[in-house]
């Protein structure tokens, strides 16, 4: 079973370009996280997903980031313009959480991206 | 905000021998989590123990939750080299718009070297 699939795994941009994040969830799974982890910050929530509709995007920095997820099978983080302080590791997590039950169920994570901004 | 928040931040120690990792928190909670992250990994889930519960075993791991004290601990027993990563307690956090407690918030972790 391929786990949560992310891409690019290494990003080097420069100040000012437009930079975009995918995510492949697990298959069959209704929820879908985008988090960033710096060392200065740790892991921080950015957005997240149920069903494909955005529940809570109170994380995400600022309106240079926005994230989609057209369908159940993806989903794109993008950061517009890119700014030095974005560099860090972004991960994708992946979850089930079955209808109408609010509990909180172990999330699985991709690899990760890590974006380096000069 | 930090909610979960690991002790201590580093802990090296030899084969063989037990870890204890700590996780204090603020709020109220209904679930708390372990993860492990390996160098340059994403996280993986190791337990988790709802508030309902005060200890909760898998293999070589065992999880206590006092939430009196709002506190968590992880034991690794007979640790081994390959057990060296980082180690993160995350708690759900209410989310009044959404009617969700689904979010987590993680700590910063605790970094565990394992030496052969």
Known sequence: ?118 | SQQGEEDPQALSIQEGENATMNCSYKTSINNLQWYRQNSGRGLVHLILIRSNEREKHSGRLRVTLDTSKKSSSLLITASRAADTASYFCATDEWMKRSGSNYKLTFGKGTLLTVNP
């Open chain 1, 1 to 118: 079973d391929a786990g949560v699939i992310q891409s690019p795994r290494h990003e080097v941009t420069e100040m000012g370009q437009e930079v975009t994040l995918r995510c492949k969830p697990i298959s069959g799974h209704n929820s879908l996280f985008w988090y960033r982890q710096t060392m200065m910050r740790g892991l921080e929530l950015l957005i997240y997903f149920n069903n494909n509709v955005p529940i809570d995007d109170s994380g995400m920095p600022e309106d240079r980031f926005s994230a989609k997820m057209p369908n159940a099978s993806f989903s794109t983080l993008k950061i517009q313009p890119s700014e030095p302080r974005d560099s860090a590791v972004y991960f994708c997590a992946s979850s089930f959480r079955a209808g109408g039950h609010a509990d909180s169920y172990e999330q699985y994570f991709g690899p990760g991206t890590r974006l380096t901004v000069t």
